[in-house]
């Protein structure tokens, strides 16, 4: 091994023996807001990250609701967490479909009266290795920004009031970080007005997929200033990152008791079918930082992007 390869190694050997210490601190007792009566939402949880969420979370003593757009699948890996003598309960859930959604939403309602809290996971990513192909930026928008904001709009109606407050937790990436070093857009008055709650809105966050998309089907998208890696997945993830932001702040203006806190994690570079089975890291710890974002007990965390190593990055 060269003397670079061999710094690398080690580096990455001592990030995950930390990522594996960080998940070894457990919750005091005195921390522990939550109980088995409180309900967390996982979606695109028959697999991968949202799975590994779900049975961390239903480790900790809460009910989840697994979803899963296909329902014998989701049935299955329920089945799973169920023998293992979790609190586990299951539901068909496809994010980009109304009708699903609104069913969903029904189903909690007459079943559990209400959630407390909603993990953001279901996602998708057509290119692997260095790979950049647009063939389904739409679908990369549609499912991991429209469907990510489809589940925020839904659930907030039915999450529950409660002293330590309901809370949101988007997967989402680093590769959308508004100022990352090595992928961001490039014009930097957008940049600007993306940066600043007094700038920021729905209504930009939408006008800035859509343009990109625009380019994409005209075929202007490589000298439109868009992230050069994962060009629609950084896209659709930097307007989670930026979506989060702005419902953070308007979830912010809630009263005391009625307060929801949103956050985003970057999970890392993980073993799943996303990534072809090439990441560095398991499901099960890139979920942990996940599920210490649903169940933290510092109430004043929101709006934030968080690494797997529990660190901030926004
Ligand atoms: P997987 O491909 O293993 O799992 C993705 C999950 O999302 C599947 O359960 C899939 O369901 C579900 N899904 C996709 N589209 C929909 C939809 N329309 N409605 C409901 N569910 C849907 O990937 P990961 O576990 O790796 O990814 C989980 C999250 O983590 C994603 O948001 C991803 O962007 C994010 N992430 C992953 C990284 C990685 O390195 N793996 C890095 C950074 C972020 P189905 O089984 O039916 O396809």
């Known amino acids: 091994m060269t003397g670079k390869k061999e710094k690398s190694s080690e580096k990455r050997e ?6 594996s210490l960080l998940r070894t601190i457990p919750y005091s007792d005195h921390q522990r807001w939550w109980s088995e009566e409180t309900l967390a939402v996982v979606t695109g949880a028959n697999r991968g990250i949202g ?25 299955e890996a329920a089945k799973v967490l169920q023998e293992g003598g979790f609190n586990v309960d299951v539901h068909q859930l496809n ?74 937790v988007n997967v989402s990436s680093r590769l959308g970080k508004l100022n990352g ?25 939408d006008n800035m997929v859509s343009t ?36 953070a702040n308007q979830l912010a203006e809630r009263p005391e008791g009625g307060k929801i806190y949103i956050n985003c994690y970057c999970p890392g570079w993980v073993k799943t079918a996303m990534t072809g089975w090439s990441g560095n890291i398991s499901a099960e710890h890139a979920a942990d930082t996940g599920v210490w974002l649903a169940l933290l007990p510092n109430k004043e965390v929101t709006g934030k992007l968080f690494a797997e190593r529990r660190e901030l990055k926004l």
């Open 14 to 19: 001592k990030r995950l023996q930390e990522i």
């Open 51 to 75: 799975f590994e969420i779900a049975r961390q979370l239903a480790g900790h003593g809460l009910t989840v609701i697994l979803t899963s757009r296909d329902t014998g699948v989701g049935i």
């Open 95 to 168: 994010i980009l479909d109304e009708e699903s959604v609104s069913e969903f939403t029904k189903w909690i309602k007459e079943k559990y009266g209400g959630v407390d809290i909603l993990v953001n996971n279901a996602g998708v990513n057509y290119n692997i290795g260095s790979g950049n192909s647009m063939e389904f930026a739409k679908q990369v928008i549609d499912t991991n920004y429209y469907g990510t904001k489809n589940m925020v709009k839904a659930m907030i109606p039915f999450m529950r009031p409660s002293a330590a407050g309901a809370r949101i």
């Open 181 to 205: 070093r090595r992928s961001r857009i490039e014009d930097e008055a957008l940049r600007e007005k993306l940066s600043n709650l007094e700038t920021l809105s729905e209504e930009l966050i």
């Open 212 to 247: 990109f998309l625009q380019q994409v089907e005209d075929n202007t998208w490589q000298s439109g200033g868009w992230p050069q890696k994962f060009t629609d997945y950084a896209v659709s993830k930097l307007a989670v990152n930026l979506y989060s932001m702005l419902m």
